[in-house]
């Protein structure tokens, strides 16, 4: 039961969809309509500037920590911030959150991607790791300059990270699995990414979009 409960709690965080929030405060459009139409902390930065895609990002990484710290507390839930019986608890309620940033009901199910949130849930659940996936992130992002490619390999070196350190952390199966669905999620997000990425037409960042 909470799982369910836990779902529909990061859901509604996850519902609070930043980038097309802040277009419309600050640039006035829809950001879906502008750019690679994907409502994320990229399209914020080439269509509305740094700042506006460096607070994007914030937001998005700290609804999900909220959700999952709300969760554990709730539920007795574990993690890098809180200490309990289980880290289920958080990751339902970022799985929950990183559904409703991608999913939002009141935008026609039209989102974001959900890599800002799936990092904040990487640093809850053992921010050591979470280091390690966002070093060699970043070691990606300097030599390709691709945030995509650097986005698809964090979201698959955190599970992987997780099932080497097994057995000094005890992460258990289902636990692992959750984050392999968040990766899964992420490469169907990022379809249109990868095919550029393989025919060589994807975007670096900094550059303009063709």
């Known amino acids: 039961m909470f799982r369910i409960a836990c779902l529909i709690i990061g859901y509604c965080f996850g519902c609070l969809q930043s980038a097309y929030i802040l277009g419309r405060l600050i640039g006035k459009i829809d950001i879906r309509e502008y750019g690679s139409g994907n409502a994320g902390f990229t399209n914020t ?35 890098s911030f809180v200490e309990g019986t289980s880290l289920l608890p958080g990751l339902y309620a970022g799985i929950g959150a990183v559904l409703g940033h991608n999913f939002p009901f009141y935008l026609g199910f039209r989102g974001g991607k959900g890599i800002a949130c ?36 964090m979201a698959l070196v955190y599970p992987i990270l997780m099932i080497i350190t097994r057995n000094i952390y005890g992460f ?25 990425l393989l025919n060589g037409t994807e975007n670096k960042f900094g550059s303009k979009k063709k």
Do not use: P
Not at 49 to 75: E, N, Q, R, T
């Open 45 to 79: 930065t080439r269509v509305l500037g740094k700042k506006v895609g460096i607070v994007v990002f914030l937001i998005d990484l700290f609804k999900i920590i909220a959700a999952y710290i709300i969760c554990s507390l709730i539920f007795d839930g574990d993690g």
């Open 118 to 153: 799936t990092l904040g849930l990487m640093l809850c659940v053992d921010w050591q790791i979470a280091l390690i996936t966002y070093a060699i992130g970043f070691v990606v992002f300097l030599a390709k300059r691709y945030i995509s490619l650097s986005s698809l390999t």
């Open 172 to 196: 258990g199966i289902e636990e692992i699995l959750l984050m392999f669905v968040l990766c899964i999620l992420a490469y169907i997000k990022h379809k249109s990414n990868i095919e550029r």
